[in-house]
């Protein structure tokens, strides 16, 4: 089967992103026949890439228009237009890509994967690390006990690097010409236009983005999760500074209780954004840590903290298992810390098994051609990866307040003021 026609939704995004998944990274791409943003400047240069596609500034009526007689669709809005815009497209029956996080709410992340069944087609969430094979080794490696049986993970970033933990502007200037403001908002309760919110710092306020937990947790949280199936928790819980539940808090903390699974032990997840970090201890030194080529890092003080900016460390009874970075994908530092030595996952002999992938969107390309389902799916992954991490907004808002879960029916049993995160209102006509 050829991949015929692609609908592409820039809106707002740099466009690299929209270069790299139609012309790059899909093996046989198809003609891209519409190209949506709010933005008149990232459309006009879309359109010199593709001059036959169609511009559109309201997904919507692009959907509407076109949505017929199209393959695939890409979704590449902010957070709380993907699930909108998504389920437009699962409802014309087309094959859909869509960025990470993958929703704005838990119930629109079950609300996609139920859609998705539905509708018998292909998708994809945009955690490209989800393809590496080192991501998946470590994860298969986990499930084989290397680090035996497994009672903490930590996960942090360096985000954000947007503003986070400031109040509403007071100032009401004009919507600049290029932008269209109203379909910017889409689901959103009405705002007037200010440059914090777009581009890029949306990401920041809890009507547009998901925090750094949502922008990054689908990255550095995926392979502890794959290889410890770390859905439906039971509590959670943070610490935040600089929350004012206008925009997410300028750092925090959130734990994690998720009960014993299919033998897997009860485990504790721990994230920390915004300068905090799991404690010093629990790291190999860096007269322990070696580099690629088994060199210790102990002359190099600045690679030693560069390495631990950002990353991901699954504590288990036999050792540690250490990801550095976003992605899971390093496989110069990744490695497993025990009995006082570090190993790096290249000199691990012990053998395990994981499918290969031949590339995050050829995944999604082979499969629409007849090939099997993506990995990160909405209905097998992504679905419950994003209900996961959106679970510790949930405990963000209630700032302190320990949130007990009922996975099963999306209900925060004790704190009922916070199921307006679980479930939201739209407006202006949008709906899911």
Same mark, same amino acid.
């Given at each position: 089967?050829?991949?015929?026609?692609?609908?592409?939704?820039?809106?707002?995004?740099?466009?690299?992103?929209?270069?790299?998944?139609?012309?790059?990274?899909?093996?046989?791409?198809?003609?891209?026949?519409?190209?949506?943003?709010?933005?008149?400047?990232?459309?006009?240069?879309?359109?010199?890439?593709?001059?036959?596609?169609?511009?559109?500034?309201?997904?919507?009526?692009?959907?509407?228009?076109?949505?017929?007689? %199209?393959?695939?669709?890409?979704?590449?809005?902010?957070?709380?237009?993907?699930?909108?815009?998504?389920?437009?497209?699962?409802?014309?029956?087309?094959?859909?890509?869509?960025?990470?996080?993958?929703?704005?709410?838990?119930?629109?992340?079950?609300?996609?994967?139920?859609?998705?069944?539905?509708?018998?087609?292909?998708?994809?969430?945009?955690?490209?690390?989800?393809?590496?094979?080192?991501?998946?080794?470590?994860?298969?490696?986990?499930?084989?006990?290397?680090?035996?049986?497994?009672?903490?993970?930590?996960?942090?970033?360096?985000?954000?690097?947007?503003?986070?933990?400031?109040?509403?502007?007071?100032?009401?200037?004009? %919507?600049?010409?290029?932008?269209?403001?109203?379909?910017?908002?889409?689901?959103?309760?009405?705002?007037?236009?200010?440059?914090?919110?777009?581009?890029?710092?949306?990401?920041?306020?809890?009507?547009?983005?998901?925090?750094?937990?949502?922008?990054?947790?689908?990255?550095?949280?995926?392979?502890?999760?794959?290889?410890?199936?770390?859905?439906?928790?039971?509590?959670?819980?943070?610490?935040?500074?600089?929350?004012?539940?206008?925009?997410?808090?300028?750092?925090?903390?959130?734990?994690?209780?998720?009960?014993?699974?299919?033998?897997?032990?009860?485990?504790?997840?721990?994230?920390?954004?915004?300068?905090?970090?799991?404690?010093?201890?629990?790291?190999?030194?860096?007269?322990?840590?070696?580099?690629?080529?088994?060199?210790?890092?102990?002359?190099?003080?600045?690679?030693?903290?560069?390495?631990?900016?950002?990353?991901?460390?699954?504590?288990?009874?036999?050792?540690?298992?250490?990801?550095?970075?976003?992605?899971?994908?390093?496989?110069?530092?990744?490695?497993?810390?025990?009995?006082?030595?570090?190993?790096?996952?290249?000199?691990?002999?012990?053998?395990?098994?994981?499918?290969?992938?031949?590339?995050?969107?050829?995944?999604?390309?082979?499969?629409?051609?007849?090939?099997?389902?993506? %990995?990160?799916?909405?209905?097998?992954?992504?679905?419950?990866?994003?209900?996961?991490?959106?679970?510790?907004?949930?405990? %963000?808002?209630?700032?302190?307040?320990?949130?007990?879960?009922?996975?099963?029916?999306?209900?925060?049993?004790?704190?009922?003021?916070?199921?307006?995160?679980?479930?939201?209102?739209?407006?202006?006509?949008?709906?899911?």
């Amino acid at each position: 089967m050829h991949i015929r026609k692609c609908l592409a939704m820039i809106h707002n995004l740099e466009q690299k992103i929209i270069l790299v998944f139609q012309t790059r990274q899909l093996p046989s791409p198809g003609d891209i026949v519409g190209i949506c943003d709010i933005d008149d400047g990232n459309l006009s240069k879309a359109s010199d890439k593709w001059p036959k596609a169609l511009k559109f500034y309201d997904y919507r009526k692009m959907i509407e228009k076109l949505g017929d007689n %199209v393959d695939a669709i890409t979704v590449s809005t902010p957070d709380h237009n993907h699930a909108p815009a998504a389920a437009l497209s699962l409802k014309a029956g087309n094959h859909t890509f869509t960025q990470k996080p993958l929703t704005h709410t838990i119930e629109e992340a079950r609300h996609l994967a139920t859609l998705a069944k539905e509708a018998g087609v292909q998708t994809q969430m945009g955690n490209q690390g989800t393809a590496s094979s080192t991501l998946r080794r470590s994860a298969a490696l986990l499930k084989a006990g290397i680090v035996g049986k497994v009672s903490e993970v930590h996960v942090w970033t360096n985000r954000p690097v947007w503003p986070q933990g400031g109040g509403r502007p007071t100032d009401t200037p004009e %919507v600049p010409a290029h932008i269209h403001w109203n379909e910017f908002l889409g689901p959103a309760k009405h705002r007037p236009y200010h440059p914090s919110y777009t581009p890029f710092k949306w990401r920041g306020w809890w009507d547009f983005g998901t925090g750094a937990l949502g922008d990054m947790a689908c990255h550095t949280l995926n392979m502890p999760f794959m290889g410890l199936d770390l859905f439906d928790p039971t509590s959670v819980v943070a610490e935040t500074e600089g929350h004012n539940k206008e925009t997410y808090p300028s750092k925090c903390k959130i734990v994690f209780e998720f009960p014993e699974y299919n033998g897997r032990a009860a485990v504790t997840l721990h994230w920390y954004d915004g300068g905090f970090k799991p404690p010093r201890s629990l790291f190999p030194t860096r007269t322990q840590f070696v580099d690629s080529n088994g060199k210790p890092l102990a002359a190099d003080n600045q690679k030693y903290a560069r390495l631990l900016n950002t990353g991901t460390l699954v504590v288990g009874d036999k050792g540690s298992m250490l990801s550095p970075g976003d992605y899971g994908h390093d496989t110069r530092t990744t490695g497993v810390f025990a009995n006082d030595e570090y190993t790096l996952l290249g000199n691990i002999k012990q053998e395990v098994e994981y499918p290969e992938s031949p590339g995050h969107f050829t995944e999604l390309a082979n499969a629409i051609k007849g090939g099997p389902a993506p %990995v990160s799916s909405f209905q097998t992954y992504s679905g419950r990866l994003t209900e996961t991490i959106l679970l510790g907004n949930l405990a %963000v808002y209630a700032n302190g307040k320990k949130i007990q879960w009922d996975a099963k029916n999306m209900v925060p049993t004790n704190a009922p003021e916070v199921a307006h995160i679980v479930r939201k209102e739209y407006h202006n006509g949008y709906e899911i």
